[in-house]
């Protein structure tokens, strides 16, 4: 009943004809303009709940085309597919055809997930799909299971984390095509590997959103530090509800996609009785049964809170899993010895193993960073449903230099952070270029055009900064050069042994059946810190394994 | 672990000394003055998470004090116990003796609820609890079994309906003392009547707060209509949980209060992995167990979400019942015709019907006020958790004119209003005066003491009035003659017959086998709507009634 499931877009018909379903409630008209005849304009009729839909003749594949409203101005279709100018030009029309050869495919369980994360610009010196489609061989090698795409919505300029998306269901045009992304997806279920995107439902970026043209996407009734909170519960919301629906749904079945990640859930207000996660979730797992292809839905999470991978019928929201920053910086902390910023809840061992045996380090307890009691226990959460790292685009990019662990660390204590993240029962991720040992940064980089917002964000990033102590000057995020340091530079001999290491470790974690119990109560056991060492059998499956770290 | 069960306020100890506990994170010195030695201060010691405490020699009940702060300004205690002068004025210390008689009390059960809501100030002449205590064989022979207070905290000026109260801990200065409230209570479980408090959790009144001078009691995360919004999972967050879980055990325990009403839980922001309702509900039932009565937490909710009263191993926050507005407006519409604001949703006897089957009307259909799908079923609630009313404060108070149905609907109709509710099997409201026909307003009134204040109070309620289109002038708040206007004429028999009835239908109900069966899947059957007559079967324990409306 809730979801109303309308389609939004443009979606070209066999018959050379071009469906358009746009979301306007406060419009009076609205029409389609097309380059191919800028003279015609085409009215759209008002449907149900503020949709207008019209179909227009004789259309292609890469036809551009623009909303027109009653005031004459122009948009682009906040669901648009292709933005070949980029966020301030026209949309594009996309064909969906594609021919795939993943038949066979059947998507990827948890327990199976040893997850590399990359960043499509920096990760290969094409920065774009084909340059991952060349290292796909090098990643079965290495032995992961599903790379985790950051996000790839068209944002503004050339080069983004991907953060900034403002077209949620165009692919950046510098990436590639619709149908690049389906090749390399397919090619990488030819390679054994799934394939995880990373996707912002939380706001959108401010440069180039055209969304609060047309409908009430967002709401001031919640605060968000970097935009405008998304109205997934005020008047109108079913609309906003409906679009990002659509839009997982597409990465999932049209792209063949085998998991979402979704982007600061924790950032996502919804007081509906049903939360907006958990429709996704529902929807999620019809198109599970339809496409007879496991999906994951994947939170990055920080209320330590177990409710979003708990099933439904338990309360839960029934998401898959979640990220878990803590094991992250409990493990960072011990390293490095930072105390910094949010690394001042820890630094001990003992954080460490309450990490690999509880996943989340507060539960309850006091956070001095947080100022709060923070968190409760994830007693019935498996370990399979926690995504655990020891660096991703976070922890490196949002550090003053962006510097990587193998910056400041010894090869050994590289391979020991690297056991750390595999002999733990959690979901590892790998962060592009950690196997090998990647010197080069991985620094916050942007191509805005608006000179008030580039100073805004700057400053946000020197506030940021100032909890850590970091010495030096914040680097310049519209720096052309930034932007090159942070590509992987595929020196992959600098870190003797590393690779190899990584390739062992992946290789046990896979064939060992202790490796395989991912039940809280039973995987890890005896777990104690004896002359600074950190202990703790991995069990399961007739199978115990004692973990030395 | 979470619960950090700090007392606050002031306590008398037994050898004549006080000690006193606040929550001032930020402050760098605070002390105690009081009225017997305005020369001497008693500096407070700092104690973990920002709370402060000292005890003061020589005190007795009635003292007069001040928190001073290190800038010399003087403010009254969060915690008072007390406010004689009003909310500007000292706060004072209070005694907790009493010589309670109702040892045989032992709570009651959802099951025995028939509530009366009541106003302490328009209730009765005298306007205060000996008052109440003056109509309790009233109310008994009416055969309600729990009156429900409107708010009582400390709010400014002479009346209010209670919501803009500033010290939640402080009995209004004019209703009476704590001991007044204390008799009152004792002499309520004399007459077998439970007692119910409407306690506001989710704001502080406009006027004399002096929270903010202490501690973050507040945040702007989150967007309220009517205040800053309390801060239960920001930084600091504990201090605020403590301080609202010890007002309601104080209630609960020292004042022997039987249930707690909380106003507008859904603007209650948390984002906590323990949201604090489900918090409070624990420490609730910690309080059951301890003093071997039972205590009812009903939630005022405008959600239509069955998580607030789902257990907690279900993933529920845990509470006993919930108001459902929607049996109201259903029923309203029905009667009156009325269809402007929020009536818009309804009007048919079709809503009636779904809400004496499904309590919440809007279970995932589209409403055309709120311009959403909205809510959900609440299959595992059963109909003894859902508290229904044909009128309330807010639903007479909040018209432009306080008008009761009994001004506009002769008196055939009110009894069939009254038959409806009654019949229901929903924990029936009466609001004070229903039961005989009042007929004078219930309006709403304020005295207020601050010019700009009263002017954007009266802005506010002309917008609010303007989605109803009723015609007039809108009644001012701060006149005195509103206020008397809105006292209760106890003209009993100007309804003939109408008292009667409701004590026959009371009668009825705790009577009959078949009234007693509250699940929600056979407790109501056979509903049907026939020749504009709204019919259903009451079943349950092996006998059915044939309800016909």
Avoid at 280 to 294: A, F
Avoid at 325 to 339: K, M, Q, R, S, Y
Avoid at 346 to 357: D, V
């Amino acid at each position: 009943m809730i979801n109303i499931n309308v389609p939004v877009g443009a979606s070209l018909n066999k018959d050379g004809t071009c469906s358009f379903s746009v979301w306007a409630p406060m419009c009076s008209s609205i029409s389609v303009v097309t380059d191919a005849a800028p003279e015609d304009t085409w009215p759209m009729k008002k449907q149900k709940l503020g949709y207008w839909q019209v179909t227009v003749d004789d259309t292609t594949p890469g036809m551009q085309y623009w909303y027109k409203f009653d005031d004459k101005l122009l948009r682009p279709d906040p669901a648009s597919r292709w933005q070949p100018d980029g966020v301030h030009g026209a949309s594009a029309i996309v064909s969906t055809d594609f021919n795939w050869t993943d038949d066979h495919w059947q998507g990827i369980e948890l327990s199976e997930l040893i997850i590399y994360e990359l960043h499509t610009g920096t990760f290969t010196p094409t920065g774009n799909f084909q340059g991952i489609i060349s290292k796909l061989d090098y990643l079965q090698t290495l032995g992961i299971t599903a790379i985790e795409i950051m996000p790839i919505a068209q944002f503004p300029g050339h080069h983004n984390w991907g953060y900034d998306g403002v077209f949620p269901f165009a692919i950046h045009n510098e990436y590639g095509s619709a149908a690049d992304l389906k090749q390399l997806v397919n090619a990488a279920h030819q390679h054994g590997i799934a394939v995880i995107l990373d996707v912002v439902y939380n706001h959108l970026g401010p440069e180039g959103n055209c969304l609060h043209h047309f409908a009430p996407y967002f709401t001031d009734k919640y605060k968000l530090y970097w935009g405008d909170s998304i109205n997934f519960d005020g008047a109108g919301c079913d609309g906003v509800r409906n679009y990002y629906i659509r839009n997982a749904l597409m990465w999932l079945d049209e792209f063949h996609i085998d998991g979402l990640r979704l982007d600061a859930v924790h950032a996502i207000f919804d007081s509906s009785a049903k939360h907006i996660m958990e429709e996704l979730t529902e929807q999620v797992r019809q198109l599970e049964q339809r496409s007879q292809r496991r999906k994951i839905l994947i939170a990055e999470l920080d209320l330590n809170n177990p409710r979003y991978v708990t099933p439904v019928e338990k309360g839960g929201y029934g998401m898959d899993a979640q990220w878990v920053d803590e094991f992250h910086h409990a493990l960072h902390a011990v390293l490095t010895g930072e105390l910094t910023g949010y690394y001042e809840d820890f630094g001990s061992l003992e954080h460490l193993a309450r990490s690999m045996q509880c996943s989340y380090v507060y539960t309850g307890q006091y956070s001095q960073h947080r100022k709060r009691f923070f968190g409760v226990e994830p007693k019935n959460v498996s370990y399979n449903q926690c995504v655990a790292f020891i660096q991703n685009h976070d922890q490196v990019g949002n550090r003053l230099l962006g510097d990587r662990l193998s910056a400041s660390l010894p090869g050994e204590a590289l391979k020991l952070a690297a056991a750390t993240l595999l002999l733990s029962p959690h979901i590892p991720l790998l962060f592009m270029g950690e196997e090998y040992g990647e010197k080069n940064p991985f620094l916050f980089f942007t191509s805005h055009s608006e000179e008030e917002l580039i100073a805004r964000l700057c400053e946000g990033r020197r506030k940021e900064f100032a909890h850590f102590n970091w010495e030096g000057e914040v680097p310049d995020p519209q720096s052309e050069e930034i932007f090159n340091q942070s590509k992987l530079s595929w020196k992959t001999n600098e870190s003797p042994g590393l690779f190899i290491f990584y390739q062992q470790l992946i290789a046990f974690r896979k064939k060992k059946l202790a490796m395989q119990n991912f039940r809280r109560y039973d995987a890890v056991r005896n777990i104690r810190i004896q002359n600074n060492v950190l202990q703790f059998e991995r069990h399961g499956n007739e199978e115990s394994l004692i973990v030395c770290l």
